[in-house]
């Protein structure tokens, strides 16, 4: 956040300097492979040796992404937690970040709550926020996240193979049922409806999943965008098919005793923004997961297996099963 871009025009740029100091200087972690941090022309970092730098960018607009009545401190914690998902896909170990954030006007209370869930997310993940910008506009968040895996470790999605296993961590279809509930299609009140909303929220990246999972993988995506629209992405780019039982897939007790059977599974196979974790593993190293995962704190579980050909085979008690929908799509 060097503050190249003028927030106002002429006098009143010295509002975005303010607005760089007061709210964004100082606020993710410190780290000491940051050389130079927010202030200059651009930031300078330190990789370490024999690690590949990963880098994500992400960006959030209003109204398509989020409503505007989202709060602040929310949209700060998730702004940093989709990007940060997508480096727990490769393995990867968080590091560092640059925020560009327009807004349409300065309104210091909105700041200062997203400020917080920014830094929290950044705090709690090991995140330096080393530089971005500030401009007038309609409200949107891009965060480019960078992070370290060892070289020649990342997990990708092109390594699957068949007879791989199919697992998921934690449970699906939560955030899809929040947000739902937030658009008014769903009145699930009290206890769950607000685990719903919190889900939808506050995503949880699994981190220290990926990265326990980088010697056992064969391949491993985020699910951001739905189950089947994800998976969709490690058959094309690993040039395989799969079969999944979705009598398998992790539903959470709110979800089984919020909706039916059938809605449950469609918010699961096709829901998007979960954020856990899609990955194959082969034969050989399925007895070395409950190990590796164990100091991950999440749950995880087998759903399917990779198979030869290029599509995707979704069964129920041995039948085909077809989804409501096809999952998040941004246009």
């Known amino acids: ?13 010295v509002k975005e300097f303010k607005v760089i100091e007061r709210f964004f200087t100082q606020r993710g972690q410190a780290r000491r492979d940051v050389e130079l941090n927010i202030g200059d022309d651009c930031a300078l970092v330190n990789p370490a040796i024999n690690k590949s730098i990963a880098i994500s960018c992400d960006t959030l607009v209003e109204n398509v992404h989020f409503f505007a009545d989202m709060p602040a401190k929310a949209l700060g914690y998730k702004s940093l937690a989709v990007n940060l998902s997508d480096l727990a896909a490769m393995g990867a170990e968080p590091a560092w970040m640059t925020l560009a954030i327009t807004l349409p006007e300065i309104d210091e209370d909105w700041l200062a709550d997203f400020s917080d869930g920014l830094s929290e997310a950044a705090q709690y993940y090991g995140v330096a926020l080393v530089g971005g910008d500030t401009t007038r506009g309609p409200k949107s968040i891009t965060i480019t996240i960078n992070g370290q895996v060892p070289t020649g470790k990342a997990l990708t999605r092109g390594g699957a193979k068949n007879g791989d296993w199919i697992y998921v961590t934690g449970t699906l279809g939560d955030s899809a049922l929040g947000l739902d509930i937030l658009r008014g299609k769903q009145n699930i009140e009290g206890e769950y409806g607000e685990y719903f909303i919190q889900r939808h929220y506050y995503p949880t990246p699994r981190v220290l999943a990926g990265q326990a999972l980088r010697s056992l993988a064969s391949s491993a995506i985020d699910l951001s965008d739905g189950f089947v629209s994800d998976i969709g992405h490690i058959l094309k780019q690993s040039g395989v098919g799969a079969i999944v039982d979705v009598a398998q897939l992790p539903l959470s007790v709110a979800m089984q005793a919020s909706v039916g059977s059938e809605q449950a599974l469609g918010y ?30 999440v749950s995880f579980k087998q759903v399917g297996q990779v198979s030869t050909g290029d599509k995707l085979r979704l069964l129920q008690d041995g039948e085909p099963f077809s989804p409501q929908n096809y999952g998040f799509e941004h246009f």
């Open 1 to 13: 956040m060097s503050g190249d871009t003028n927030f106002y025009n002429g006098c009143e740029t």
């Open 268 to 297: 699961a196979l096709t829901g998007g923004e979960d954020y856990e974790l899609l990955f194959t593993v082969p034969e050989s190293q399925r007895g070395a997961l409950e190990t590796a995962l164990a100091h991950s704190g």
